[in-house]
């Protein structure tokens, strides 16, 4: 699996994950929201220890760039809330950064 693959992967978990805490606590919804959303942060911590980069610190920065464009996708499709232009331009800035921290030349 590539490294954007499983960054996605472990994106959409987390935000998952996440949304349903938020569901439970700021939407009112069901305690029983919290069973799948401790399964996707499970989820989404196993999935980073899957990219094969030697320090976690740097998979986590990595990381964060796809994080934040995932995290407007759902905003998109899950919220129903079109992101703007200032959302798509800082997204793209950090997904380029994540890349000269993925591919950057290393000694």
């Known amino acids: 699996m590539s490294y954007y693959t499983t960054f996605i992967m472990a994106a959409v978990a ?3 994950g996440c949304f349903a805490f938020w569901s439970w606590l700021r939407l009112d919804k069901s305690i029983w929201w919290l069973v799948p959303g401790i399964g996707l942060l ?3 911590a196993y999935s980073l220890t899957r990219i094969d980069i030697s320090f976690a610190g740097r998979a986590f ?3 964060g760039g796809l994080y934040i464009a995932t995290s407007l996708v759902w ?3 899950v919220e129903r809330q079109t992101p703007d232009r200032w959302d ?3 997204a793209a800035i950090c997904i380029g950064g994540s890349g000269v921290i993925l591919f950057g030349p290393r000694e």
Do not use: D
Request: charged share 5%; aromatic share 20%.
């Open 42 to 44: 499970i989820l989404f």
């Open 61 to 63: 920065a990595a990381y």
């Open 88 to 90: 798509i331009i800082g």
């Open 75 to 77: 905003l998109w499709i």
């Open 14 to 16: 987390e935000i998952g």
